[in-house]
């Protein structure tokens, strides 16, 4: 149905050189002297020198061995810049990457100085770099050799090519070799394996991703290594994958129980395979589950029956097999099932697949609204675990890599299976509503994030992905006896308090830290009545972020989430015992309301069965179904664009832009800055706020068109390093000169390549200065410089001042391109939405004005 003020297409753009992306200033940030960097490091200098010593012992005992190699671990308090170049200057290193340090504590050696070079008495915290390099006998004893002689003279003249190792010298905090409590720490693995073995399992299968090498030869190399540990071991080798793109080299492997009780009970005595210089983690499989939502389920009424899918797919979905003959789906889904996982794929376990189709096609079954015009492609990733968990959960199978699946079901999708078609060919969104509970992000990016960040690119496609579901006891500063006479106001203000002290174990969950994928955060909202009479405990009477939402920040303090989008109410009850002084919140995942409703398994074969649901999963379902309709709302734009300006390889930037472009802090925003706010952390409440909020709430309506005081237009492009596009905008007449509120929201998105070895990792930055001056208004929500971090740039600037401009004036944005982490030669397409608004009772004509200019003929304006 034709919109009666539809979408404008944004004129086209003027060219130009890219200007300056800005940044921020140096930190003053005091270092240890010549002398005190001698004396501190020297312990740390002798265990390498040990290292060096039991390593020509072994080459003299066995002079046929394999050269030991060692992963060098140096820890910098601020940055040394291109030392990849003194790495490749030094024979026998290999590059393995380098990583951002956040939160590192100050000490009498490192901290942050005042303007006038005395020690700051606060406790901010410093930054620092991680660099990890491969290491042989030789360039080990080539880099002792530099310290001894810097050490002994700081003017010490390094050879060429090698002088950036000076420069680490006077910033290093720590080296080392990479050891077992790597390998181990924080992977999950060693709470896996003791859960196994309280369950007497009788052989563990487990990840080990190896560090990866640029050399083929190498990685055989290792692989056979590593085979030759696990087989003495009594273990097997079920598969290795290699990803070279993303640079990833790993092995599913197996051992018997009592090889991991080895390693659970004294991981320094149990064996070669833990010491293994060229194993970097080893990590638990089975953690990318769904729970089973149990409890009642009821019937779904008879609906207004919408008409049935035509065309190809647009959609994909990755998750769990849905009933695909459910009343509700049935016609309206391709299923792909290539390994044949139906077969003992029982149906009335198909809950989450089920629940999550269809969210993407019917939306929440509350609202009653149509279901989206195209059938959904689906591809079974997860099926129950009918043996170590029977029937209660859906997951990634054990017996493959879940990067490897998602990297085999993506190239099906779009460059077939051997010898078969491309499965899906013309999907442009595909929704991930899955993430693994062992690896909340954690400043590294996952391979699996690295992955999606690749297959966006290489097939230009959009990804939707939770920003996982953290379920985890909430604590309250209040006690149990307290927490009956708390008001709502207070009960939220202690909720959300403390959500904030526990950041750290409430992180987004891999693979949603990707830079290029739309992260989806849950809103505690959904359209349901609940019964009366609950005992339930409701943390919110109002709108917030879920709090069982993953939390931000993302990759190098990017936006994350991007977005927040409806994704039901949680309830909690109160855990009971005597061991807790505090009141215990625990989140209850039933089938009633309130939540989503949703399309659910029946008993008995009944084909019409709804329960209700909520969390992340259903959110980012949710934004993959407003992406479709968007997608239908482009075509229909495009058969307006005489001009051809909305170009077919812009379509998921342009999506991604749509959506973003709806989101806003609103007064939650607010919220949070309130109860988050405190003397230390005021210049920093920005970002604290959107490691809970992103961008904000969506809403799903600004988009479906424009009203008499908005209008919003649409562009896209693209662009190569060093380029520019500069956008002209008419400004209405009547907004001349009134004090009126007035907003402008700009969003550019973009899906950036990557260069995994490389800390910036993101290869195209693009950007826009917002343009302020012309209508006098500020930035509302997010820190400028944040929103420039990741892959999608979206602001609104507000005011109410009068602003004077010329007759026939214009707002101009500039959008400018330049190489990050690495230079690269293709133009990288995007896309661009711009809405200018006033108040819906002011008479000014905001969209007329600004469309009768447009169709007058903008001239192009340049720099």
């Not at 968990?389 to 859906?394: A, D, M, R």
């Not at 959500?499 to 990707?514: C, T």
């Amino acid at each position: 149905m034709p919109m009666e003020r539809p979408i404008l297409i944004l004129p086209e753009p003027s060219t130009a050189e890219r200007g300056s992306a800005g940044g921020g200033g140096a930190e003053n940030i005091e270092i240890p002297s010549h002398m005190r960097q001698r004396e501190r490091l020297a312990p740390q200098i002798t265990r390498l020198e040990n290292i060096y010593t039991a390593d020509q012992a072994y080459l003299q005992a066995n002079p046929d061995g394999a050269m030991p190699e060692h992963v060098l671990v140096l820890e910098t308090i601020g940055a040394v810049e291109d030392f990849m170049v003194a790495v490749r200057h030094t024979t026998g290193l290999e590059w393995l990457g380098e990583f951002d340090e956040e939160d590192i504590p100050p000490d009498d050696d490192f901290y942050r100085t005042r303007k006038d070079g005395e020690k700051r008495d606060d406790d901010i915290v410093l930054k620092g770099r991680l660099y990890l390099v491969m290491t042989d006998h030789a360039a080990l004893n080539q880099i002792l050799s530099l310290w001894k002689r810097y050490s002994s003279n700081k003017d010490y003249k390094f050879p060429r090519g090698l002088t950036k190792w000076r420069d680490v010298f006077k910033k290093l905090r720590n080296i080392r070799t990479w050891g077992i409590e790597d390998r181990l720490r924080e992977t999950g693995v060693i709470e896996d394996w003791q859960h196994r073995l309280q369950e007497k399992e009788k052989r563990v299968r487990f990840e080990i991703e190896i560090w990866f090498r640029q050399n083929k030869v190498a990685r055989e190399q290792r692989e056979g290594e590593i085979r030759k540990l696990i087989t003495a071991r009594k273990g097997r080798v079920v598969d290795f994958v290699t990803i070279e793109e993303i640079c990833y080299h790993a092995v599913l492997a197996e051992l018997p129980i009592k090889e991991i009780r080895a390693i659970v009970e004294n991981a320094e005595a149990s064996g070669d395979l833990v010491k293994c210089e060229q194993i970097m983690f080893f990590r638990p499989t089975g953690q990318c589950f769904i729970g089973l939502v149990e409890g009642e389920t009821s019937s779904a009424e008879a609906r207004s029956s919408s008409p049935m899918p035509q065309r190809e797919p647009v959609v994909a979905v990755l998750d769990g097999l849905p009933l695909e003959n459910h009343r509700l789906l049935q016609g309206r889904l391709i299923v792909d099932d290539p390994d044949d996982w139906q077969s003992e794929y029982q149906a009335q376990y198909r809950k989450h697949g089920t629940a999550m189709a269809s969210l993407v096609v019917h939306g929440e079954l509350d609202a009653r609204g149509p279901a989206i015009s195209r059938p959904v492609y689906v591809r079974p990733i997860m099926r129950p675990n009918m043996q170590t968990w029977p029937g209660s959960k859906e997951e990634i199978p054990e017996d493959v890599l879940p990067v490897d699946l998602v990297h085999r079901a993506v190239k099906r999708m779009f460059d077939g299976d051997g010898t078969e078609a491309a499965s899906a060919p013309t999907v442009k969104i595909i929704n991930l509503s899955v993430g693994d509970k062992a690896r909340p992000y954690d400043n590294m990016l996952s391979p699996w994030a690295r992955l999606l960040d690749w297959l966006s690119v290489q097939y230009q496609v959009l990804f939707v992905v939770s920003a996982g579901n953290c379920d985890t006891d909430i604590e309250l500063d209040v006690s149990r006896n307290e927490l009956d006479s708390l008001s709502a106001q207070d009960k939220r203000q202690r909720v959300i308090a403390a959500l904030a002290r526990s950041v750290r174990n409430r992180r987004i969950l891999s693979p949603s830290e990707s830079i290029n994928v739309l992260t989806v955060g849950a809103l505690h909202k959904d359209l349901s009545t609940p019964q009366s009479g609950s005992r339930l405990i409701d943390p919110y009477n109002d709108e917030l972020p879920s709090p069982i939402n993953g939390i931000g920040l993302g990759y190098r303090r990017s936006i994350k989430p991007d977005i927040l989008m409806d994704g039901g109410r949680q309830l909690f009850d109160e855990r009971l015992g005597n061991t807790h002084p505090n009141a215990i919140l625990q989140a209850r995942n039933i089938s009633i309301a309130p939540g989503q409703q949703v399309a659910t398994p029946g008993q008995s074969g009944d084909l019409s069965q709804v329960c209700y649901a909520r969390g992340t999963s259903n959110a980012a379902a949710l934004t993959t179904r407003l992406a479709a309709q968007y997608y239908d709302l482009l075509l229909e734009l495009r058969e307006l664009d005489t001009q051809e300006m909305l170009r077919e390889n812009c379509i998921p930037a342009i999506l991604k832009a749509m959506v973003v472009h709806g989101a806003s802090w609103g007064d939650t925003g607010d919220v949070f800055r309130d109860l988050l706010r405190t003397d230390q952390n005021s210049r920093a409440i920005k970002d604290i706020v959107a490691r809970f909020l992103g961008y904000g709430a969506v809403d799903p309506f600004l988009l479906t068109g424009c009203t008499g005081q908005r209008a919003t237009l649409l562009g896209c492009g693209s662009l190569s390093d060093g380029d520019a596009h500069i956008y002209s905008i008419p400004l209405p007449s009547r907004l001349n000169a009134r004090p009126d509120w007035r907003r402008l929201t700009v969003t550019l998105a973009w899906l950036s390549p990557i260069e995994p070895a490389n800390r910036k990792y993101r290869k195209a930055h693009l950007w826009f200065d917002p343009p302020t001056s012309e209508l006098r208004i500020d930035r509302y929500n997010v820190d400028g410089r944040t929103a420039k971090r990741g892959t999608v740039q979206h602001e609104i600037l507000e005011g109410d001042k009068a602003a004077v401009f010329e007759e026939n004036g214009q707002l101009q944005i500039k959008v400018n391109c330049r190489a990050d982490a690495k230079a690269f030669r293709d133009e990288v397409p995007y896309g661009l939405v711009v809405s200018l608004q006033v108040a819906e009772d002011v008479d000014i004509p905001i969209y007329q004005q600004i469309r009768d200019r447009i169709k007058a003929g903008i001239r192009p304006s340049s720099f």
